[in-house]
């Protein structure tokens, strides 16, 4: 099982983002997985911590990824889900680890690795 599960939503050429408050980098929404929690169901905890007021559609999983990031060495272990609609205000729950979330275009952001891999993968130059 993947140790964390992210969100990927584009809409109108901008994908749904949220910035970590401790390092300013823009990732995917998402995070950690509990014991004993599925991917899915850490992807759905996630959400509604990070963005509480956010109403996904249904959600399909895209990849599993396994490995270590060949620019930063990190190794990643993520079940990565899409979702074609999304609605509500983007209100931050989390406000201790996030402080913005926004529809941004994917390039010149200073995205986590594994962002930057989840970018490049589904939304190449």
Do not use: Q
């Not at 390092?23 to 963005?51: Q, T, V, Y």
């Not at 959600?59 to 079940?79: F, T």
């Amino acid at each position: 099982m993947a140790k964390s599960s992210k969100l990927v939503v584009a809409r109108k050429g901008r994908v749904l983002l949220v910035r970590r408050r401790r390092d300013k980098r823009w990732m995917f929404p998402g995070g950690r997985r509990r014991a004993g929690e599925s991917e899915r169901k850490c992807l759905h905890r996630e959400i509604m911590e990070e963005l509480p007021k956010l109403r996904l559609g249904e959600l399909r999983l895209w990849k599993e990824v396994n490995g270590k990031n060949r620019r930063s060495g990190r190794r990643m272990s993520d079940a990565i889900f899409l979702s074609k609609k999304a609605s509500g205000p983007l209100k931050i729950g989390d406000k201790k680890e996030l402080d913005r979330a926004e529809w941004r275009k994917p390039r010149g952001l200073k995205l986590t690795p594994t962002s930057r891999y989840i970018r490049d993968k589904l939304f190449p130059k």
